[in-house]
């Protein structure tokens, strides 16, 4: 049977049930290095995620013109 793909949701509730774990300090070496390879792996999933989801998002904009369109949606650099 195939594993099912978790949610954006569900990694990320995992991630940090991984977290809140290790942040604990009671764990065995082999436990913290397993749920550390866990972590990395949830982590990339969620960045996976993200970026396919923001590839999707758009940006209605009016025209002068009264006119909608879409563009990308672009992420502002802060300066």
């Given at each position: 049977?195939?594993?099912?793909?978790?949610?954006?949701?569900?990694?990320?509730?995992?991630?940090?049930?991984?977290?809140?774990?290790?942040?604990e300090g009671e764990l065995s070496l082999d436990?913290?290095?397993?749920?550390?390879?866990?972590?990395?792996?949830?982590?990339?999933?969620?960045?996976?995620?993200?970026?396919?989801?923001?590839?999707?998002?758009?940006?209605?904009?009016?025209?002068?013109?009264?006119?909608?369109?879409?563009?990308?949606?672009?992420?502002?650099?802060?300066?």
């Amino acid at each position: 049977m195939a594993k099912k793909t978790k949610s954006f949701e569900e990694a990320l509730t995992r991630l940090e049930e991984i977290v809140t774990s290790m942040e604990e300090g009671e764990l065995s070496l082999d436990d913290t290095v397993r749920l550390y390879k866990e972590g990395v792996s949830l982590a990339a999933l969620c960045g996976g995620k993200l970026t396919e989801a923001r590839q999707q998002v758009t940006m209605l904009s009016a025209e002068l013109d009264g006119q909608i369109s879409e563009k990308p949606f672009e992420l502002r650099e802060e300066e």
